[in-house]
């Protein structure tokens, strides 16, 4: 990559990064051509290739910059301390929600490349997945207070069955071509409310 990128105006930064997630996110990696990515940031393919030296150096930036704006707003946003897990949870739902108005096509291009199998970026992607997701499984059994919890519920269990219909729920939307922040928030708010009724003590009342 070449460090120039850094010394664009932020606004033409951005722009090549929302049009490397919105091409991106419509395709495989593969169908994805960078002279498209050019032709949506507003710049030359030449241009694009000055920055990024290839398609798979473009790509796998894009994924490190969903990380690198993902993890920062939430260390600087949330709080990983002993609190109620699901009050936390909507909080850090609010925060996912205004990264994607600002980054309209984020959320759709990391589950596509959640899927992608070419082997270019496989490899790379799914070992940058594991170690974005053993951080989120980190953060999540920080902040439980098993206090909270119906008596025998397994914790492990809890986590991975919310896990696999987050993952569900994800996929189905950018099948769909539907992934936006508003209604992903609004059906998260009914969907943690729904687990917050069924994990903890408060649901038995």
Not at 56 to 61: A, D, S, T
Not at 109 to 128: A, G, H, N, T, W
Not at 179 to 184: F, Q, V, Y
Request: hydrophobic share 40%.
């Amino acid at each position: 990559m070449n460090d120039k990128f850094f010394t664009l105006p932020k606004t033409k930064q951005e722009a090549i990064i929302n049009a490397g997630f919105h091409v991106f996110s419509q395709n495989s990696y593969k169908k994805s051509p960078m002279s498209e990515i050019a032709d949506a940031a507003g710049i030359s393919k030449s241009l694009l290739f000055h920055y990024f030296h290839n398609k798979r150096e473009l790509y796998l930036f894009l994924w490190d910059r969903c990380m690198e704006i993902t993890t920062k707003s939430l260390e600087e946003n949330l709080s990983f301390v002993p609190e109620d897990l699901f009050e936390m949870m909507f909080k850090g739902l609010k925060i996912k929600a205004d990264i994607m108005r600002q980054y309209p096509d984020l959320g759709a291009f990391v589950v596509k490349s959640y899927y992608e199998k070419d082997p270019d970026v496989c490899e790379d992607i799914q070992q940058l997945i594991a170690k974005y997701t053993n951080f989120n499984k980190i953060a999540f059994f920080t902040s439980l207070d098993s206090e909270q919890f119906i008596p025998g519920l397994d914790l492990q269990m809890m986590y991975q069955t919310m896990y696999w219909a987050s993952e569900g729920y994800l996929w189905e939307k950018v099948q769909q071509g539907s992934l936006t922040a508003d209604e992903m928030e609004a059906d998260f708010i009914k969907i943690i409310d729904f687990w917050k009724k069924a994990y903890t003590k408060r649901g038995l009342t």
